[in-house]
């Protein structure tokens, strides 16, 4: 069964920096061919991709998150993670992990596992 526990997040004021972990369980060596990605739900709004990484490492974001925002992966740790840079209240906001996700016409398409959710906070 594919387990994934995500790590980090918090409060930071405007222009701080914060990381996010997800670390990955069950997926055995299928973790290096799965696509992955980040999304993000703020109050009232919808789920939206914020980045995302196929498994040749290939990484996509989403428009108000770029240059800000870098995604990665380490899959000899079975881990995604998501350096966040440069943040704005606008990102405040429960964060999730996603992988095993197909990709069609270059975009990522959510996977079946997700992630518990992280807080983050962007606040003076």
Do not use: H
């Amino acid at each position: 069964q594919v387990q994934l526990v995500q790590s980090g997040g918090g409060l930071v004021e405007p222009g701080g920096s914060l990381s996010l972990s997800c670390a990955a369980s069950g997926t055995g060596s299928r973790f290096s061919i799965y696509g992955m990605g980040w999304y993000r739900e703020a109050p009232g709004k919808r789920r939206d991709l914020v980045a995302d990484i196929s498994s040749s490492g290939a990484a996509i974001y989403a428009g108000f998150v770029k240059g800000r925002f870098t995604i990665s992966r380490d899959n000899a740790k079975n881990t995604l993670y998501l350096q966040m840079d440069s943040l704005e209240v606008e990102d405040t906001a429960v964060y999730y992990c996603n992988i095993g996700g197909q990709y069609y016409s270059s975009k990522y398409a959510t996977g079946p596992y997700w992630g518990q959710g992280t807080q983050v906070t962007v606040s003076s």
